[in-house]
């Protein structure tokens, strides 16, 4: 037993503790549960959608990519940006049209406007396979980030049991008040250690944070700025730009916008967020502060920098804090996804199949998926093995396909009808399908093209395939354009 | 002042398209790598452009929508 364990147990127990607040004096409708009776203002909105971001993978993953990678970490920081600049004109009219027919999940939005439930259906199994990756990489975080920090007492399948059933609790009890209110807590401990630990290991081992860059650029020359080929400049602005259009596009994300009490919440917040993202500054710090005090880690392990040089350098309780916080990242998200997970199944795979559900039997139905749906993302996480990482990017790929078809439609005169928007969606869906499974890169499949072409994301020709079919279909099926306008 | 929000896709170009003009370590500026230096920048604008765009939009000087 150590000073750590104790102090992860405490924010697990005042999270769960909070979420129990949260609820205080709400009744638990599907509403409440699902989006907050739309009542949030600028400050808690802020913090969901910061805290539904800023998740264990870029606790550990950006200090990791910039242990393992260097250069190419900093697109984190540029999409992370770039989604809020979208923000300030994609977000109000998606707000307005879902508050005045009271949308309750992402499918929702696509099945009203384009007035099809097939859309919505199809949205909602493209959402799941999005969601099912995102939950497992918060649940194999929490486990390496609470087996670490308890010096190995706890192993990391039990933590993942441990962290599955908090979550389940937390959302049953809940809801996404919760969440929110849990981001707040979150947001104040990382804003502390995450700060702390960028500046302090610099300046500990270094002397600073321009010795540090100096000591690195001698040991490595060239680590700290992009490589010629492969993730080279072009890969840099292909996927910052496609992570930034699919950003929004995953269902909990999208979910948050309907939290909101007013639309003005989401134009005051792109003006902050962007700010905010210097946080991952000190993440990149003290993962290049790893770099030459705890090198040898490869492949996977480069998640464990952060808590390897941790570690070396704090005391046991300074690590339960470091670890308390990193259990919390994967909460707040881990939380979201489950709620947005399970209310897509129940509103829109089962609804439109059971003909009398209402609101509170498709709510009720709603909180016994959850735990199923933790469950499940417990057995990829501990039986998934590595095809983890190839799902992840699947996912991100799958949901940056639903854009076209969520762009076209904020449109006066939408382009695209409902069999174009499916098409469309399908056919990108099938693209990524087929170039990440069979792990093809635009080099392998056309060799011809110029090197810097070559380093393209494979993503973009998933997307340029999207549109083209779209607009194929939309144009061959004349007139029978119905997009649902407010 | 609607034209404003064309500025909006500054910072976006810069990030988008300084990586392929600042793809260097040296000179260090502020401590940090030239292109990280630049980007840390371009987040900064972002957030100045947005608060102008954000001032100068009528649509967040109209009285509140009832919540």
């Given at each position: 037993m150590n000073a750590a364990l104790p102090i992860i147990a405490l924010a697990v127990v005042v999270a769960l503790g909070l979420g129990l607040w949260a609820r205080a004096g709400h009744t638990m409708d599907m509403e409440q549960w699902s989006v907050g009776k739309r009542g949030f203002g600028t400050l808690l909105v802020f913090l969901l959608m910061a805290g539904e971001i800023y998740t264990t993978f870029t606790f550990l993953g950006g200090s990791g990519w910039a242990y393992g990678k260097g250069g190419p970490t900093y697109y984190i920081l540029c999409y992370l940006t770039l989604i809020y600049v979208i923000s300030y004109w994609i977000l109000p009219p998606a707000w307005r049209f879902a508050k005045e027919r009271g949308l309750f999940s992402q499918p929702d939005y696509f099945a009203a406007r384009y007035d099809s439930r097939s859309l919505g259906i199809l949205v909602a199994l493209v959402g799941l396979v999005a969601l099912v990756p995102y939950m497992v990489l918060q649940l194999k975080g929490l486990g390496i980030i609470v087996a670490t920090a308890s010096y190995g007492v706890i192993s990391p399948t039990l933590a993942v049991w441990i962290g599955a059933g908090t979550l389940t609790v937390y959302v049953m009890v809940s809801g996404v008040r919760g969440s929110a209110w849990t981001a707040v807590l979150k947001d104040f401990m990382i804003l502390f250690v995450v700060i702390f630990l960028g500046i302090y290991l610099p300046y500990h081992y270094y002397g600073g944070i321009g010795p540090m860059f100096e000591a690195i650029d001698t040991a490595k020359p060239g680590f700290l700025a992009l490589p010629d080929?492969?993730?080279s400049a072009t890969w840099f602005a292909s996927t910052t730009l496609l992570t930034a259009l699919g950003g929004w596009m995953f269902p909990h994300i999208f979910a948050s916008i309907y939290t909101a009490s007013d639309e003005r919440t989401f134009r005051r917040n792109a003006v902050f967020l962007p700010l905010y993202q210097l946080m991952l500054l000190f993440v990149f710090f003290a993962g290049f502060a790893a770099v030459l005090q705890v090198p040898g880690l490869t492949g996977p392990d480069v998640d464990l920098s952060l808590f390897k040089i941790a570690l070396q350098t704090f005391p046991p309780w300074f690590v339960g804090i470091v670890g308390a916080t990193g259990v919390l990242t994967a909460l707040v998200p881990g939380s979201m996804i489950l709620i947005a997970g399970a209310t897509l199944i129940a509103q829109n795979l089962y609804r439109p199949l059971a003909k009398n559900a209402t609101d509170a039997s498709t709510g009720r139905l709603a909180k016994g998926i959850a735990p199923l749906l933790a469950l499940a993302c417990v057995g990829f996480t501990l039986y998934g093995g590595e095809t983890i990482v190839q799902l992840l990017l699947i996912g991100y790929a799958v949901v940056t396909q639903l854009f076209p078809a969520f762009f076209f439609s904020l449109w006066p005169n939408n382009p695209l009808t409902r069999a174009g928007a499916m098409a469309g969606i399908l056919a990108g869906v099938a693209a990524v399908a087929v170039t990440v499974v069979g792990g093809y890169t635009l080099a392998k499949l056309f060799p011809g093209l110029p090197g810097p072409v070559q380093d393209l994301n494979i993503g973009v020709v998933a997307l340029a395939l999207n549109l083209a079919v779209a607009f194929a279909v939309s144009l061959a099926g004349?007139?029978?354009?119905?997009t649902v306008r407010t | 002042m609607k034209q404003l929000r064309w500025l909006a896709a500054l910072p976006a170009l810069g990030m988008l398209v300084g990586p392929f003009v600042f793809n260097r370590v040296e000179p260090m500026v502020l401590g940090m790598p030239l292109l990280l230096a630049w980007l840390v920048a371009c987040t900064v604008a972002t957030s100045g452009i947005m608060g102008l765009i954000y001032l100068t939009d009528p649509a967040n000087r109209e009285p509140e929508e009832d919540a």
């Open positions: 080929r492969g993730q004349g007139g029978a354009r119905r | -």
